[in-house]
């Protein structure tokens, strides 16, 4: 065959395979990790774990919590996060079987079927969407700090379109602005458990009169408003967790992700311990729980209270960048590249899935930027509800990802047992039992959410996203189908069609 001849019929070869794609099994067909840049490094990746779990719900969303739930918080925040773990270790399981640039929404469609592959990207795109609502909202909170007559929405606006720019440069400046938005937020919780045990081991500065391990429990013990009220702060401390599976999004953009992404995984109860229940036993230590109130940040109120007026300054920029980090990783980012994998699996329009000379989707990139406009509108109107509306709304939406997540695993793990499919070299300790936990858990914060009015909101949102991706369904269906054989006409035109 003349060599013109045979680089023809390939060229063919790889437009049928590009349109195949949708129906093709997953180990054949992973177009949404091509064309990426691998420009992540270890540092990167494991700042992005870090990032991942540190945000405005544990800087912001916090301080609500505490004067809800006391020094009880604690053990909320310690089994939430036992439950994610489990999740991740799951998702861990499902990377090193075989690596999904697509993300989560890859397994999905291996494991439960098409529909619930479309179904997890566009949903993980409309919770990162909301999230990224929520930090901006959290941004213009922490700016009104220096500058009380500031209206939120110039601020969710400002710090929208810098982050935009941002994303559409490159992935590496991506990541190395995320690694130092991670570094600032460690350094502050870091410097924050130090500053605290200095003022109880040493007394000095004006809180150390009343510091003391004995406030964790001596202000109406460690319930003090009863075991109802731990129970309702749960909404809120999911979503302080939510970004926690943004290691699996980085999949397609990693060095060595087969290493970096369990690694990461592993050191997440390390994170959880130190990061979240550590800096909360030494805040409520240092000041008792009855002194917070809604929208105090526990770091600012602590750091005030020590006495040290500069340095609660820094930690509300701190936290600002905390919001801003979130709403980088996870609400432009991940938004972007789930957008894309729907486009390259035909779960979205084709022209989705482009990629620019950088290698950034660029068009998802300025459509998740567009409808996070929607949470400049919402400050606007709403401000003193923006944040718990749209937090709740994330929750809501990151519960039904996070278990189709687990309920794939599950899936994955009967083939294995079934000899259809080999067992990953790193495996979700106690499953198939720890798997029925967490999805049992993830019922009861469900109920929890819709116990409250101002939380219930939620659930209506996502029951109406669910009834537009259900009727939205058909015509991704049809619109792939026919993508797929006019591709196949236009790659092999006058060639004479098997009828059969």
């Given at each position: 065959m003349p060599s013109s001849h045979r680089a023809a019929e390939e060229r063919k070869a790889q437009r049928r395979m590009a349109v195949n794609t949708a129906d093709r099994p997953p180990e054949e067909a992973q177009p949404a990790g091509e064309g990426y840049h691998r420009a992540l490094g270890t540092r990167q990746i494991q700042m992005l774990a870090i990032g991942g779990t540190i945000g405005t719900g544990l800087f912001l969303g916090a301080g609500t919590n505490i004067a809800k739930a006391g020094p009880s918080l604690i053990l909320t925040y310690a089994v939430a996060g036992l439950a994610l773990f489990f999740v991740m270790r799951a998702l861990g399981e499902l990377l090193t079987y075989r690596r999904a640039p697509g993300g989560f929404a890859d397994y999905a469609r291996e494991f439960l079927?098409?529909?619930?592959?479309?179904?997890?990207?566009?949903?993980?795109?409309?919770?990162?969407v909301t999230t990224g609502m929520a930090e901006l909202t959290a941004a213009g909170q922490y700016v009104q700090y220096w500058w009380p007559g500031f209206d939120q929405w110039k601020t969710a606006l400002i710090a929208l379109v810098v982050l935009f720019v941002v994303n559409l440069i490159s992935v590496r400046l991506f990541g190395e602005l995320e690694f130092w938005f991670a570094m600032i937020k460690v350094a502050a919780i870091v410097m924050m458990i130090l500053v605290g045990?200095?003022?109880?081991?040493?007394?000095f500065s004006d809180a150390g009169r009343t510091a003391s391990v004995t406030n964790l429990w001596s202000h109406g013990g460690i319930f003090p408003n009863g075991f109802g009220h731990t129970m309702m702060t749960l909404q809120m401390v999911m979503f302080a967790y939510l970004g926690v599976e943004l290691v699996g999004v980085t999949a397609g953009e990693a060095k060595d992700p087969e290493k970096n992404i369990p690694r990461a995984i592993n050191a997440l109860p390390?994170?959880?311990?130190?990061?979240?229940?550590?800096?909360?036993?030494?805040?409520?230590?240092?000041?008792?729980?009855?002194?917070?109130?809604?929208?105090?940040?526990p770091f600012v109120l602590a750091f005030t209270k020590i006495g040290i007026p500069a340095a609660a300054g820094i930690v509300n920029f701190v936290v600002l960048t905390a919001a801003l980090s979130s709403c980088n990783a996870g609400g432009l980012y991940s938004t972007s590249r789930m957008l894309r994998t729907a486009g390259a699996n035909g779960d979205g329009p084709r022209i989705l899935a482009r990629l620019s000379g950088r290698g950034v989707p660029v068009l998802t990139v300025v459509i998740s930027?567009?409808?996070m406009g929607i949470g400049?509108?919402?400050?606007?109107?709403?401000?003193?509800?923006?944040?718990?509306?749209?937090?709740?709304?994330?929750?809501?939406g990151a519960i039904m990802v996070w278990t189709v997540i687990v309920v794939a695993h599950m899936r994955y793990r009967r083939a294995v047992a079934e000899g259809r499919l080999p067992a990953a070299p790193y495996r979700m300790p106690g499953a198939p039992f720890t798997s029925v936990l967490v999805l049992a858990f993830f019922a009861f914060v469900t109920v929890l959410i819709a116990w409250e009015a101002d939380t219930r909101v939620a659930l209506y949102v996502m029951a109406g996203w669910l009834v537009l991706v259900v009727a939205g369904w058909?015509?991704?269906r049809r619109g792939s189908q026919q993508a797929r054989m006019a591709a196949v006409s236009a790659s092999a035109p006058g060639t004479p069609q098997n009828t059969g």
């Open positions: 079927g098409p529909f619930w592959g479309y179904a997890t990207a566009w949903t993980y795109w409309i919770i990162w045990l200095a003022v109880l081991v040493f007394g390390i994170r959880f311990a130190l990061f979240y229940l550590g800096s909360l036993l030494v805040i409520l230590s240092v000041v008792s729980w009855t002194e917070f109130e809604e929208g105090t940040s930027a567009v409808v400049v509108v919402v400050n606007a109107v709403v401000p003193e509800k923006a944040f718990e509306y749209i937090t709740s709304v994330s929750t809501g058909p015509f991704v």
